[in-house]
């Protein structure tokens, strides 16, 4: 059984910079796509990435892109994401998920693990 793990949330300073990890447990991730949703209060889940662990090709929604960066270490079966320029909209619980599968597309309704999620607040 696959069990994810994040970490690496808090407070973070508009502007400023975090980096989440998502740690594997249970089965290795080769085969899996690995997402990063967030859920704001009041809102619904929305996808920030998702990453092939296998080639490490990482796509991402427009209102991340060029701020928000995923990236994999093989040999520590975790997942990176990295998170710069934040602002206060940037505030919500962040989740890891995983799908068995190639390609790196995620849509929530078709993840198959998912960790307890990891906070981010972005205010001064």
């Known amino acids: 059984q696959l069990q994810l793990v994040e970490s690496g949330g808090g407070l973070v300073q508009p502007g400023g910079s975090v980096r989440l990890s998502c740690a594997a447990s249970g089965v290795s991730l080769e085969y899996f796509a690995i997402g990063w949703f967030r859920q704001a209060p009041g809102k619904e889940r929305e996808g920030v990435g998702c990453i092939s662990f296998w080639d490490g090709n990482a796509y991402y929604p427009d209102s991340v892109k060029g701020r928000f960066t995923i990236s994999r270490d093989k040999a520590k079966e975790t997942v990176y994401l990295q998170m710069n320029a934040v602002n206060p909209e940037d505030t919500a619980e962040y989740y890891c998920?995983?799908?068995?599968?190639?390609?790196?597309?995620?849509?929530?309704?078709?993840?198959?693990?998912w960790g307890k999620g990891t906070p981010v607040t972005v205010s001064s």
């Open positions: 998920s995983a799908r068995m599968g190639s390609g790196n597309i995620c849509y929530a309704r078709t993840m198959d693990y």
